[in-house]
């Protein structure tokens, strides 16, 4: 790692509370993402809620609007993305982001270059991973996960007037305690979506 971005990564945190009022009826997709199917939402919960007691199966989670719209008592949540699925894990262990994250582009173009280190060291699944993850999709352009031929995330800097970062996720806690989280192919997902049918029909 160089020095000024040791040094940067280094310095002590602007605390940032969540409420404790904040409930999983009140959790918000955490991610920025692209084709988000938050406008669904109001759509699909009247048809959701006479199906309430089953699984929900997304077998392209994404930004998890639908989801956390809907709040299944139980859900099984699927992606090709592994840096995604990586974040949603620590999700559910309660993340919390020491890292200082600020809206400047220097800072932003620091902290891709450390996360594209951790995937050049095959270091996908830590937490100092899942938190670039989400500093970079809220601080990237619109919301992008995009990589290069090298593998490289390659997203520039997003340019918001302002972020509102969230260091503690322990709100997330006990909804993703009860959903199952996959990193699988569509192919391999339908088979064991299938057989949850047919037990559920057959009860």
Known sequence: MSRNLATLLEQPPTPVLVPESLLVTDAKPPLKWAGGKRWLVPHLRPIWEDHAYRRLVEPFCGGLAITLGLRPQRALLNDINPHLVNFYRWLRKGLLIEMPMKNAERHYYLARARF???????????????????????????????FNSQGGFNVPFGRYQQINYVRDFSPYVE???????????????????????????SL
Request: glycine residues 6%; aromatic residues 10%.
């Open 116 to 146: 594209n280190s951790l995937l050049a060291d095959g270091l996908i699944r830590t937490q100092e991973a899942a938190g670039l993850f989400y500093y970079l999709n809220r601080t990237g352009y619109n919301g992008l996960c995009r």
């Open 175 to 201: 909804p993703f305690s009860r959903w199952a989280i996959q990193l699988l192919r569509l192919r391999e997902v339908e088979p064991r979506t299938r057989r949850l049918c047919v037990r559920r029909s």
